[in-house]
């Protein structure tokens, strides 16, 4: 029987993937967790120790035979009580063993709900709890590294610090305050823009790290437009590495939206290569251009590809012309191999890159030229692996305080902007957060996690 309040209720899942594996895990959280492991398996679980155990249903019917793990409150992932049962990776046998656990008590857990209880039982902040789903849903290594610096919580830890700088700074602004403004000297002046700059820049390298860790995170949509017959099925495989697109002579022939992820130095572009883009009488291929458009509206990064051996033509000039003003824009000369030009980067603005899909002639600056369009920097500063609302919130506390370093003069406003600036970097780590922006992130976490 369900709780009234549903955080104390026993949960449990299946944390394993969906499919057959070697071995699967049900998780299971919550007060009732010593009355479950006695009902499943017949006997007390020695804490933190894997003991071999039949498990069985409310029937007595033995369902699987594995490993079960008691973890005792606090001392477990979500500071509850915690039992893992390990068996074998069969849907079939993980369903049973779920539904025993089930019927012994526990209540099936909602998507991120064990991570979740994690936060609320402070084992992890908001920004750590979000790098779990971060690191389980990393496309690349260098992705994966970064989520795994949130969660260990170096992210946390540059926000406490710059939290507490502005604390420590608020404090001497409240202390000026119970003066009379013609009381406070140059010193202190001097003191508080000395500290208030310190705490921008630091800001800054965050907000930085950040947004390059965000690339990390969401990729690139890169798309590739422009007239029938210029090379841009081509390009997608010579990008992937891989024939994904038809490439044939005959203009027309991609007639829907192809996509393609690969990875450029551990940052993921989402490839999308589009029907060529001209009149045409011919319904399907007019579907496939609606489309093109659509994709355009959405790219990040839109490479405007350019038949080398013909130069920029009207048709290509209508193309740029209706391309969204805030994508970044590459235009490729593609079929140098067919002329004298040579491979490489044409300074230009947009940048022009001329390359070669076909013998693979200047795909290295094509690279390169799309990670710098897409703001990478090849420092190899840590990243952190951050998420929109992060990027929001660092950006709000950035203008608060730059609206404060205006209002030196006038010290009630300036203390003001200071708090509006802490409470931002607050909910990042969820020290201010409403519950329903817990709801939205943890619903998207996947069921057993």
């Not at 210029?230 to 005959?250: C, F, H, M, P, Q």
């Amino acid at each position: 029987m369900e709780s009234a309040d549903p955080a104390r209720d026993t949960i449990a899942a299946i944390a394993t993937p969906t499919g057959r594996g070697g071995i699967g895990v049900v998780r299971v959280s919550g007060p009732n967790v010593p009355a479950i492991a006695r009902a499943l398996t017949g006997r007390a679980l020695p804490p933190r120790q894997a003991t071999l155990v039949a498990m069985r249903d409310a029937r007595g019917m033995q369902v699987e035979e594995g490993l079960a793990i008691h973890f005792t409150a606090p001392g477990s992932y979500t500071g509850e009580e915690v039992l893992e049962l390990q068996g074998h990776g069969s849907p079939a046998a993980l369903g049973a063993v779920l539904a025993a656990c089930i019927d012994a008590g526990a209540r099936l857990a909602e998507p991120g709900e064990f991570t979740r209880r994690a936060f609320l039982n402070g084992k992890l902040d908001l920004a750590q709890a979000e790098a779990v789903a971060d690191l389980i849903e990393a496309a690349t290594a260098q992705a994966a590294r970064a989520a795994l610096r949130s969660l260990t919580g170096e992210f946390s830890n540059a926000i406490q610090s710059l939290a507490e700088k502005l604390t420590e700074l608020r404090a001497l602004t409240e202390a000026m305050l119970d003066f009379p403004e013609e009381e406070v000297d140059a010193l202190h002046r001097e003191e508080v823009a000395k500290r208030l700059a310190a705490i921008r820049q630091a800001l800054e390298r965050v907000h930085k790290s950040s947004r390059q860790g965000s690339l990390l995170r969401s990729g690139i949509n890169v798309v590739l437009a422009g007239r029938p017959n210029v090379g841009k099925s081509s390009l997608l495989n010579a990008l992937a590495g891989d024939e994904r697109a038809i490439v044939t002579a005959i203009p027309g022939t991609t007639r829907d939206t192809v996509r393609e992820t690969i990875s450029i130095e551990g940052v993921p572009l989402n490839l999308v290569d589009t029907a060529g883009l001209r009149a045409s009488s011919d319904e399907v291929e007019r579907l496939g251009i609606e489309r093109t458009w659509r994709e355009l509206g959405r790219a990040d990064v839109v490479l405007l590809m350019v038949d080398a051996t013909r130069g920029f033509t009207p048709e290509d000039e209508a193309i740029r012309a209706r391309i969204p003003h805030e994508a970044k824009r590459i235009h490729v000369w593609n079929k140098i191999d067919l002329t004298g030009l040579a491979r490489g980067v044409r300074s230009a603005d947009p940048p022009e890159v001329l390359i070669s899909a076909k013998t693979g002639a200047g795909m290295e600056s094509l690279r390169s030229a799309l990670l710098e369009a897409a703001g990478w920097d090849r420092s190899g500063e840590s990243l952190f692996v951050a998420r929109e609302r992060h990027l929001r919130a660092l950006a709000e506390a950035s203008e608060r305080l730059s609206a404060a370093a205006a209002q030196q003069d006038q010290w009630e406003f300036f203390a003001e902007e200071l708090r509006l600036a802490q409470r931002a970097l607050g909910g990042i780590t969820g020290e201010f957060s409403a519950d329903d922006l817990l709801g939205e992130i943890f619903s998207r976490f996947c069921i057993g996690k």
